[in-house]
């Protein structure tokens, strides 16, 4: 998975548990935790009021992984840590780079020459 956003942007992401096929599961999420690969990249941290939810915010251009971890507690009191997986952060800039040059042309000043006389076929 990946995701991307201007470097100077701040993004909330919010957790929900899905089962093995990817449907919503009945599971209750707790110990939420979130780890930036880089944090020169971008940073992260778990929500201070939502506990499913954490924040990031973006530091400089570049790319960066987020794993993001937490407890499942089943219906039948069982538990497991799941994860997100990595997932890429891309921090792209404000601007984008010049990747090409375009001329813009001015209108033409001063006389036109004459065109030269055609040369007679012989």
Request: glycine fraction near 6%; aromatic fraction near 4%.
């Amino acid at each position: 998975m990946t995701f991307t956003m201007k470097f100077d942007q701040t993004v909330t992401a919010v957790a929900s548990p899905v089962d093995a096929s990817g449907n919503p599961s009945g599971a209750q999420l707790s110990a939420l935790a979130a780890v930036s690969s880089d944090p020169t990249i971008f940073t992260v941290a778990v929500d201070a009021t939502n506990p499913l939810q954490v924040d990031l915010a973006g530091v400089k251009v570049g790319s960066a992984t987020l794993t993001v971890t937490a407890t499942a507690t089943n219906a039948d009191g069982t538990t497991s840590q799941v994860s997100t997986g990595p997932v890429t952060i891309t921090l792209t800039p404000d601007v984008p780079p010049a990747a090409a040059l375009v001329l813009t042309f001015g209108t033409p000043a001063g006389p036109a020459s004459p065109a030269p006389a055609p040369t007679p076929a012989p």
